[in-house]
């Protein structure tokens, strides 16, 4: 772990709870995206919300394989489609391994995954569903085109996934101060 980043009881409790295979991954990553969003405290929502940003790139990657759906034969597939990094293909296979004990569980992780399959567009970059709640407030007339400025600004900043920190993010640089106060949206330390 890092000394810079605190992590909340909840948040280290429940990485501690993860797969032995991907737990120090979980830190790192954690970590990383809070220095890169600039929060100094992890939190299970935050945790939260990393793990559905990274389903979301998982589904995006299955759909490239030409899955509709998550299944237990995808691995297989993607072990294949990876051979050329070992060390994927090893965690592949852990993950694959970790998932046929747990047959109780693996119907509500592969619905998850199913449920973001469906969201990943074509083209353009996927939503989390966060980001995708953000833009309930925006009126119909301007939503097209508030997503295109979105998407552009996560490719600006190198992001694979639209995150609800970008939308806020554009928001707060071009709607003016009377209309964010009409959609009720506010101020936070990351517009500061």
């Known amino acids: 772990?890092?000394?810079?980043?605190?992590?909340?009881?909840e948040a280290?409790?429940?990485?501690?709870?993860a797969p032995d295979f991907v737990r120090s991954g979980i830190y790192k990553l954690m970590v990383k995206r809070a220095r890169e969003r600039g929060y100094k405290v992890i939190t299970s929502e935050f945790l939260t919300e990393i793990r559905n940003e990274s389903?979301?790139?998982?589904?995006?990657?299955?759909?490239?394989?030409?899955?509709?759906?998550?299944?237990?034969?995808a691995f297989e597939v993607a072990k294949e489609k990876m051979q050329k990094n070992p060390r994927k293909v090893k965690v592949i296979e852990e993950i694959k391994n970790f998932l046929k004990q747990r047959t109780g569980k693996n119907e509500r992780i592969l619905e998850k995954f199913r449920s973001y399959i469906v969201t990943v567009p074509e083209r353009g970059l996927p939503w989390t569903?966060?980001?995708?709640?953000?833009?309930?407030?925006?009126?119909p007339f301007v939503k097209s085109m508030a997503e295109k400025t979105i998407e552009t600004e996560a490719k600006r900043r190198g992001e694979k996934v639209v995150t609800p920190e970008v939308v806020e993010a554009v928001f707060h640089q071009l709607i003016p101060d009377t209309v964010k106060q009409a959609l009720g949206i506010r101020r936070t330390e990351l517009s500061s």
Do not use: C, H, Y
């Open 1 to 9: 772990m890092s000394d810079d980043i605190l992590w909340t009881e």
């Open 12 to 17: 280290l409790k429940r990485v501690q709870n």
């Open 55 to 73: 389903m979301v790139r998982v589904s995006k990657v299955i759909k490239k394989f030409g899955f509709e759906e998550l299944s237990m034969g």
């Open 129 to 139: 569903e966060e980001a995708l709640k953000r833009m309930e407030r925006v009126p």
